[in-house]
């Protein structure tokens, strides 16, 4: 028979079996709750019964929980009370939180380290660069420092450089930055990344951030030398002060890490090769440790065009964040708040959703309840709304495109076609693909596939991306491509994928894959089959050289012998031999056209 005690008083199910029913339960201490317990407990009759029973409290334990919460059990457990676990809460910061978790930002490993550190500085170059309206020349220096993967990154551009007050914040803060509260196209999103890259160099190597910055010509350059305070996330400035520089605007950040370097396909080499096919208005100067320096020249001196930054689109947003929107708004009344905070919302759209939600326009909007709110909220979901303006996303354009590939990948054929905007939850998105074909193309295993991000390339992840997904789900055969069942196409080609959004959905903070929504997935598919059709008509338009050829050949092979079989069986002369030669030559030439 099992035995429970328990200090409280329960209900208890009591299996007996026969041979147990009658045997007296002087072993187990419970006050009953019936009088009559024992008797019915004795009796062969019952085979199983629900009791309440109340347990006395073990010796000692006279207090309530809280008060004996310290006190070691019977089993030497010690319980902890809530106060105790109270004092042992507190705020965690972000870059604490980053510090443990690394992984997250695209430091797993030393080799990779090397290359976020190095696109995060690239990608906030570029950025202000196109921002103020220059066109960006970018160095990328590495050096080894010693022979146990400690190495030195320095990165130096020709951009608007940064007021010497913001300069700690920028690189020696986490989350913080221009980009994260507005709807505009850039490479940059979550304030995270530059900063990030300072806090894992001051891990692995505990050597401080370097910057130069000059604002202008005129103004002097100032260095600073900066830690991060993980536990406060603030910057620490050890030195800062004026120093002489060369260039007449820009930044220059030197980070020393713990890394590896090494070429290949997710190397530092790669990701600056693939920078420069969709940034093809960029001039970059890389000197490698172990190499000479190579230039990637720009193929355009022409900027991209400056995006717009719009409001948020209503259908793109969710009832948390309306209700949000709600507190804040500065706007008097509700039809104002949608009409002044979202974008496509005109006077009568906004009286469309009022009307369907039955909220009076001209009530507060701080006064509306969470039970109206989500009224709002699906009113707005359920009406028909304009899309959202497309001047937020510049797309790099076919033309532009096809330049940047040619410059780049070497190959027979090439095609490029730039989709229509297209929208996801609200955010516009544009969709570019580019295939390159045969040439020095390798023709061994799955085509290469290129992933990029407003521009910025994608080299990890792959199997994980949306990009990829798309791919693998379309069915290259008819285009002139073998195939594997649900995998990617085989043969010598280079895919080439560009997502343009104002925010892109990346799957993780270190944005190295597109999540897989079906607008984007389908708007990647067009693309790519656009392309495969053209493509197509290139691959079979070389076989059909191939097949001529072979075909001449065969001509020029055996009509001699044919001549010489008419001259011996017709004893033609060596001069008739040739003229029939010639003709045959002619006619069956004719006949292939």
């Given at each position: 028979m099992c035995v429970l005690q328990c200090p409280r008083t329960i209900g208890v199910v009591v299996a007996l079996s026969p041979a147990a029913a009658g045997a007296r339960p002087?072993?187990?201490?419970?006050?009953?709750?019936?009088?009559?317990?024992?008797?019915?407990a004795m009796g062969q009759e019952l085979a199983q019964r629900t009791l309440e029973f109340t347990a006395p409290p073990p010796a000692g334990d006279e207090e309530g929980p809280a008060e004996a919460g310290g006190r070691e059990g019977k089993r030497g457990r010690r319980r902890v009370t809530a106060t105790e676990m109270a004092k042992q809460q507190r705020?965690?910061?972000?870059?604490?939180?980053?510090?443990?978790?690394?992984?997250?930002?695209?430091?797993?490993?030393?080799?990779?380290a090397l290359l976020t550190c190095i696109k995060e500085a690239v990608d906030n170059s570029l950025d202000a660069c196109e921002e103020a309206g220059i066109l960006p020349e970018v160095k990328v220096t590495v050096k080894e420092v010693r022979k146990e993967e400690r190495y030195r990154v320095i990165v130096e551009d020709n951009g608007p450089g940064i007021v010497p007050k913001q300069v700690p914040k920028v690189f020696g803060k986490l989350l913080y930055g221009s980009k994260f509260h507005r709807l505009k196209m850039s490479r940059g999103q979550q304030g995270i990344g530059i900063s990030?890259?300072?806090?894992?160099?001051?891990?692995?190597?505990?050597?401080?951030?370097?910057?130069?910055?000059?604002?202008?010509?005129g103004k002097p350059a100032v260095r600073c030398e900066l830690m991060i305070d993980t536990k406060k996330n603030e910057p620490r400035v050890i030195h800062e002060g004026e120093c002489d520089w060369n260039g007449a605007h820009g930044t220059r950040v030197e980070i020393e890490l713990e890394a590896r370097y090494q070429r290949g396909r997710q190397s530092v080499d790669a990701y600056l090769e693939q920078t420069a096919i969709t940034n093809p208005h960029v001039r970059m100067l890389y000197t490698p440790p172990d190499g000479d320096p190579h230039e990637f020249p720009r193929a355009t001196a022409d900027l991209p065009a400056e995006p717009k930054t719009i409001k948020p689109h209503p259908q793109g947003i969710e009832l948390g964040m309306l209700m949000a929107m709600l507190e804040s708004t500065r706007a008097r009344n509700v039809r104002a708040f949608l009409t002044q905070e979202f974008s496509r919302v005109s006077g009568r759209v906004a009286d469309n959703i009022l009307a369907a939600a039955k909220i009076e326009p001209s009530a507060r909007p701080s006064r509306i309840a969470r039970q109206e709110a989500e009224t709002l909220y699906k009113a707005i979901q359920a009406t028909r709304i304009m899309n959202p303006p497309t001047d937020c996303v510049v797309p790099i354009g076919e033309e532009l495109l096809l330049k940047g590939v040619k410059k780049e990948l070497e190959a027979d054929f090439y095609a490029a076609v730039s989709r229509p905007p297209a929208?996801?939850?609200?955010?516009?998105?544009?969709?570019?693909?580019?295939v390159a074909y045969g040439g020095k193309v390798p023709d061994e295993g799955?085509?290469?596939?290129?992933?990029?991000?407003?521009?910025?390339?994608?080299?990890?992840?792959?199997?994980?991306?949306?990009?990829?997904?798309?791919?693998?789900?379309?069915?290259?055969?008819?285009?002139g491509l073998s195939q594997p069942s649900g995998s990617l196409p085989m043969g010598p080609a280079i895919v080439v994928v560009h997502m343009a959004s104002v925010w892109v959905p990346f799957t993780s903070e270190s944005k190295e894959a597109i999540a897989h929504y079906p607008e984007?997935?389908?708007?990647?598919?067009?693309?790519?089959?656009?392309?495969?059709?053209?493509m197509s008509l290139h691959i079979k338009r070389r076989r059909r050289e191939a097949e001529a050829e072979r075909k001449r050949s065969y001509i020029e092979?055996?009509?001699p012998h044919i001549g010489i079989g008419l001259r011996e069986i017709l004893a033609l002369s060596q001069r008739e031999e040739q003229a029939?030669?010639?003709k045959l030559t002619e006619m069956l030439h004719k006949s292939r056209k």
């Open positions: 002087d072993s187990i201490p419970v006050q009953d709750s019936s009088a009559s317990y024992r008797e019915e705020e965690i910061s972000v870059s604490e939180f980053f510090t443990k978790n690394r992984h997250l930002l695209g430091f797993d490993n030393p080799r990779k990030a890259a300072a806090m894992y160099g001051q891990l692995t190597t505990g050597q401080p951030t370097v910057i130069i910055s000059k604002i202008g010509q929208v996801y939850r609200g955010n516009p998105f544009v969709i570019e693909a580019a799955p085509v290469r596939v290129y992933r990029f991000a407003n521009r910025v390339p994608l080299l990890y992840q792959q199997s994980a991306c949306a990009i990829t997904r798309a791919i693998s789900s379309i069915s290259w055969r008819p285009y984007i997935i389908k708007e990647i598919k067009l693309a790519l089959q656009a392309c495969g059709r053209k092979k055996y009509i029939i030669v010639e």
